[in-house]
């Protein structure tokens, strides 16, 4: 069973800040997703991730996979309350393309 | 355009009782997930539908759990008997192609509380 964990667990920052997130595998990922879930719904899909090393942005976040692809962070910069959420990162692994497995996510909240 | 629709958004229901959750997916798309959120566990997947055929049902806890898809843009999941340890968030997701070539859009959830 491949387990992702993500760290912090919980992060509680003022508006204008800046954060790292991050999500770690012991096994190499065939792709990685992140997504963002607010409260009373489901989960959003932000970016997705297949090359090593990749970096991709999304106004304020940034989104990097590591050259190894057993890892990812997400960085936002300024962050706002609208930000607020849980981040969840998620993977598929080689020879098990059919399931994506989440991470146990990281909760920001952002205060004025 | 609709998103995933779920039914109910909340049920509260007695230890024993069967329960099932309903999801229309989005039209056209032919993958659909059946996710199960706690606390504890985080997201996780119970079973994935590809064409209206399940794919990938590891996931599904035991046997008091199934899952229906008898339509492209139909599908239950219900609980028989429940259980306290069944109170999670359900959530229903589609997508046009599984994982990696096209986007998952998740419903809203069903709420379900086992007392």
């Known amino acids: 069973t491949q387990l992702l964990e993500q760290s912090p667990q919980f992060l509680s920052i003022q508006e204008g800040e800046n954060l790292t997130v991050y999500c770690n595998s012991s096994?190499?990922?065939?792709?990685l997703q992140w997504y963002r879930q607010e409260p009373g719904e489901g989960p959003v899909l932000l970016v997705t991730?297949?090359?090593?090393?990749e970096v991709k942005k999304l106004k304020r976040l940034t989104f990097q996979f590591g050259d190894a692809r057993k890892d990812s962070s997400l960085h936002i910069t300024a962050a706002q309350p609208g930000d607020t959420g849980l981040y969840l990162c998620?993977?598929?692994?080689?020879?098990?393309?059919?399931?994506?497995?989440f991470g146990t996510g990281t909760r920001l909240q952002v205060t004025l | 355009d609709a998103g995933v629709i779920q039914s109910p958004r909340h049920e509260v229901t007695e230890m024993g009782q069967e329960v099932t959750l309903r999801c229309k997916p989005i039209?056209?798309?032919?993958?659909l997930f059946w996710y199960r959120q706690t606390m504890m566990r985080g997201l996780e997947l119970l079973i994935y539908?590809?064409?209206?055929?399940?794919?990938?049902d590891s996931g599904m806890p035991e046997d008091r759990f199934s899952a229906k898809m008898p339509n492209a843009s139909f599908s239950t999941l219900k609980i028989q008997p429940s259980e306290p340890r069944d109170s999670a968030v359900y959530f229903c997701?589609?997508?046009?192609?599984?994982?990696?070539?096209?986007?998952?859009?998740f419903g809203e959830g069903s709420w379900l509380t086992v007392v």
């Open positions: 539908f590809n064409n209206n055929v399940p794919i990938d």
């Open positions: 096994s190499v990922f065939s792709s």
């Open positions: 039209s056209g798309h032919n993958s």
């Open positions: 991730v297949v090359t090593g090393g």
């Open positions: 997701a589609s997508s046009l192609r599984g994982y990696q070539e096209s986007t998952i859009y």
């Open positions: 998620a993977g598929t692994f080689t020879g098990t393309a059919s399931k994506l497995t």
